[in-house]
């Protein structure tokens, strides 16, 4: 199949998904689970990592910015413009499309060749619907929550990271981040990630919910899932930001 | 009644199911059998609509699944039931959940009347204080006997199972053909079941359907299976010595 089809496809996957929930109570159901699944148990990675690039970002532009010349607090500043900028909305989104996207694709890979898919079709219910669309709006509900934590913990491991190990002062830094904070940059964010939200929840699903064969099938759509997903997310990237920021 | 009439399906220009015409009937266990690629399961899931035919028609009491509005179509199909060959159960909710599954989405029943529909159709399959564990903790037995109380939590009219036995020991076996045919009976539901296992379609199958090369190539009961001189269906029957010896002694006993 060539990337024509399979893009006609997956716009004709998301005909089907994006109908009216059969039963609003089920449908209600299935998306607490999701934005636990998809959402929640994503928090200790999300924080452990963004604390921690904050902390990197802070250090290499520390040890970068060794001329007198050139002001101790732009060391904050630039660690707060990373994270705001890229490294919460992209980097995370491509951390999550990795965890996330292949939990997806495996998880509804495995209900196809299980049959547990064609279960639901023959009881008349749209499988499309009721697995993919409580995985969208999940994703579409806590992932702008997370990238904006993502915000914070790489700005606070920024701090840690600067001040115990000497590198700067604490009232540089935070003079730094204060210094010239537009709103706009994290609105570009929330955009950003809304949109990445919607790729990694959907593009997995499509790889998953098509999946013919067996487990190594199933695998191979899963790698495949988070390939293109990363694929896509890196593309929408660099759109979207010459869209709101060129 | 299901007619089936003139049933044509073909993957990619290689016809699979070429004009195949039938009728099941309430209250008895039908049987789907032949040998592998014979399109046995292509012509299950034509039946559950699960594959489109391009030719022929199937008609559900009176209404041609063809004709359907899409109203129409969910209604039918929830008068379906259907167990799988691996029992299709939804790895991530218990046995109760499981079974409640079809109550919840197609009723507005409170908790209570649902679970003790659920609590009703698994005692019926012979299964109790198994609500809380989840599909992984059961035999494979236990599992189809779970698929079972699913299909038919909605006391469905249709009753379509695919291979109950596969994977199965046989007094395991002889206990779910057994109880597909009493619920076949007690419900008096329209059973069509896909199977290759001899021992069941001999126990069980009111009527046979011997698929071969996709086109119908004998059908009869498990009565005159044994008297049947039909070539193609005497060759997949008695392939073993132990049916053929069966048959000898059913023939010469009843002379």
């Known amino acids: 199949m060539n990337y024509i089809e399979h893009i006609g496809k997956y716009f004709i996957m998301l005909k089907q998904v994006f109908k009216k929930p059969q039963k609003w109570s089920v449908f209600k159901e299935m998306l607490f689970r999701e934005v636990e699944d998809l959402g929640l148990k994503s928090l200790g990675i999300i924080t452990f990592i963004s604390f921690f690039v904050g902390g990197v970002v802070a250090i290499q532009t520390a040890l970068n910015v060794d001329s007198p010349f050139i002001p101790k607090y732009l060391i904050g500043f630039a660690t707060k413009r990373s994270m705001i900028l890229e490294f919460a909305p992209t980097f995370m989104s491509i951390i999550l499309a990795g965890k996330v996207g292949s939990y997806i694709s495996s998880s509804i890979g495995t209900m196809r060749v299980t049959e547990q898919i064609d279960a639901l079709d023959v009881m008349g219910i749209n499988s499309l619907n009721y697995l993919v669309l409580p995985k969208i709006i999940a994703a579409l509900f806590f992932y702008p929550l997370l990238i904006l934590l993502a915000m914070f913990l790489g700005i606070v491991g920024g701090y840690f990271a600067g001040v115990l190990t000497a590198l700067f002062f604490s009232e540089d830094y935070i003079y730094g981040i204060q210094l010239d904070f537009n709103p706009y940059f994290v609105k570009y964010a929330v955009i950003k990630t809304l949109v990445f939200a919607f790729v990694i929840a959907t593009i997995p699903s499509y790889h998953g919910y098509y999946v013919k064969g067996g487990s190594l099938e199933v695998g191979r759509a899963s790698t495949q899932a988070v390939v293109w997903t990363s694929v896509v997310i890196i593309l929408l990237n660099y759109f979207l930001t010459q869209m709101l920021l060129g | ?12 220009g290689t016809p699979v199911l070429k004009g195949i015409s039938t009728t099941f009937e309430k209250g008895k266990t039908s049987m789907i059998i032949g040998q592998s690629g014979s399109g046995k399961t292509v012509f299950l899931k034509c039946l559950l609509g699960l594959h489109k035919h391009e030719k022929g028609s199937i008609i559900f009491d009176g209404r041609d699944y063809e004709d359907l509005k899409d109203k129409e179509h969910r209604q039918l199909r929830q008068e379906m039931g259907m167990v799988f060959q691996g029992g299709a159960l939804y790895d991530s909710l218990t046995i109760e959940e499981n079974v409640m599954f079809p109550l919840k989405m197609f009723t507005n029943n409170s908790f209570e009347d649902m679970l003790e529909r659920v609590n009703t159709v698994l005692k019926r399959v012979n299964l109790e204080n198994v609500n809380s564990k989840f599909p992984a903790e059961l035999s494979g037995g236990m599992q189809k006997r779970v698929a079972i109380a699913r299909a038919i939590v909605m006391n469905p009219k249709y009753l379509f199972c695919d291979e109950p036995n596969s994977g199965l020991d046989p007094n395991t076996a002889t206990v779910i053909d057994n109880l597909i045919q009493e619920i076949t009976k007690e419900y008096q539901m329209i059973t069509i079941i ?27 009961t498990n009565k005159e299976i044994f008297k049947t001189e039909n070539e193609a269906i005497v060759d997949f029957v008695y392939s073993s010595n132990l049916f053929k010896k069966v048959r000898e002694v059913y023939l010469n006993e009843t002379k």
Request: glycine share 8%.
């Open chain 2, 1 to 12: 009644m299901i007619e089936v009439k003139n049933l044509y399906k073909e993957f990619d």
């Open chain 2, 194 to 220: 896909n199977s290759h296992d001899m021992n069941s379609v001999m126990e069980i199958g009111e009527k046979i359907v011997f698929l071969k090369n996709g086109v119908k190539a004998w059908e009869g």
